[in-house]
């Protein structure tokens, strides 16, 4: 996923991280607006992700977190083959939903389980700055399901990185969400598996322009809360 980000310098940037630490999904719609509107389209690259979303990564701030966008038009994805949903990052994430709404599972799990797993596990590795691979590993998981839990415009959760979890939005829906990330924990995402599945398969991620990226989102702000 390239593209520079806008660092902790820039006042929009300010503003931006500022709103996310308040959760004032009110405030943060608006900076994200601002963000788009000053990049003119010359730094930020939009891109599909291989769970379906696309990601728009905006700035760093001064801490070294990230933030980015994360939308899931409506009736439009781009999800890999076989759409294996259930993973677990690199690092802790913190997501605020600034329009629409998600569903998100979280799981447990225990390693090398033999027999009784409920898949291999898979490691993500970036090839380069558009093509993803998921390798196989001699390690399988048994996951203990956690629950679901409904998320909705002005809620903010956080996912731990020792967490499995999927992120479902129905497909005549829509939603976008602000993401921050920290520090790595360990040196790769891991993805649950099947077992007649090849050793590694290989996600080729399409670029959006990003006049097209910033249509999706304008239609999903247009769709989110005015009274907040």
Not at 36 to 55: I, N
Request: proline share 4%; charged share 30%.
């Amino acid at each position: 996923m390239s593209g520079m980000m806008l660092n902790s310098d820039n006042p929009y940037v300010s503003r931006l991280v500022d709103s996310f630490t308040a959760r004032d999904d009110k405030a943060a719609r608006k900076a994200v607006t601002e963000i788009l509107h000053e990049s003119g389209g010359r730094s930020l690259s939009p891109r599909w992700h291989p769970l379906g979303f696309f990601v728009v990564h905006l700035a760093k701030d001064r801490e070294g977190r990230r933030y980015s966008i994360h939308c899931w038009p409506e009736h439009e994805r781009s999800t890999q083959d076989p759409a294996w949903l259930i993973h677990r990052h690199l690092w802790d994430l913190e997501s605020m939903i600034l329009a629409g709404e998600l569903r998100d599972r979280q799981y447990s799990a225990a390693e090398d389980v033999g027999s009784e797993a409920d898949g291999p596990l898979y490691i993500a590795e970036s090839a380069d700055a558009r093509l993803s691979i998921l390798r196989r590993t001699d390690r399988r998981v048994a996951l203990d399901d956690l629950g679901a839990q409904d998320w909705r415009a002005g809620t903010w959760y956080r996912i731990a990185a020792n967490r499995f979890h999927e992120s479902i939005v129905d497909h005549d829906a829509s939603c976008l969400t602000l993401v921050r990330i920290g520090e790595r924990v360990r040196p790769n995402s891991e993805v649950l598996g099947q077992e007649d599945a090849p050793a590694s398969l290989t996600y080729a991620a399409r670029s959006l322009p990003l006049r097209q990226a910033g249509e999706h989102i304008g239609e999903c702000l247009r769709r989110a809360p005015t009274g907040r």
